[in-house]
């Protein structure tokens, strides 16, 4: 099993690269938010409200390792995903783990108005929002470099652009998808 984990913080474009190179490379898609909220059957936003992050962050480590015996595919991971231990070097050994990085100022921008982003609720102002991204930004920056690829995007790029950077990388690195026929979950 290969699959292909885009990390990064949230607003990064994880969830739009990842479909439109599902569709383009006609493997399935995976979004670990939607799995996540699909099992619990409430919303990430309704999760972290009534259960707490670190047990929202217990739920998505167990949704990912059930899922990880799926088709090849392309993940969408959430933007802390990988401050749980050990989820890294799993994600490293069934496939090829990337950083989307993209200006925390570009991030504060596309969030805005989002109310689905929990950990950004109580921000008001631009200047609030940029704040939290800068504290969450800099809290998960160690397991962001663990990641085998940063790539960098500087958020001017549409999404069909950013999608062919992230591929161009993947493709130099010799990754391969061996997909199954199976269904996307996107």
Not at 30 to 37: A, P
Not at 135 to 141: G, I, M, P, Q, V
Not at 165 to 178: A, D, K, P, S
Request: aromatic share 6%; glycine share 6%.
């Amino acid at each position: 099993m290969a699959h292909v984990f885009l990390a990064g913080m949230m607003g990064s474009g994880k969830t739009t690269i990842t479909q439109l190179l599902s569709r383009q490379l006609s493997v399935p898609c995976y979004d670990l938010d939607k799995l996540v909220s699909q099992r619990m059957r409430k919303s990430v936003s309704e999760i972290f409200r009534r259960d707490g992050q670190e047990r929202f962050r217990e739920i998505e480590a167990a949704v990912l390792r059930e899922n990880l015996k799926n088709p090849d595919g392309i993940w969408a991971l959430g933007g802390g995903t990988l401050t749980t231990p050990g989820i890294p070097e799993l994600l490293r050994e069934h496939g090829l783990l990337l950083f989307l990085s993209v200006p925390l100022e570009v991030l504060a921008n596309r969030v805005a108005g989002d109310k689905s982003r929990p950990l950004l609720n109580e921000c008001t102002t631009q200047e609030e929002r940029l704040q939290r991204l800068t504290e969450l930004y800099e809290e998960r920056k160690t397991t962001y470099q663990l990641c085998e690829v940063e790539i960098q995007l500087d958020g001017s790029e549409p999404p069909e652009i950013a999608a062919s950077i992230v591929l161009q990388e993947v493709e130099r690195r010799g990754f391969v998808f061996h997909p199954a026929a199976s269904t996307r979950n996107s």
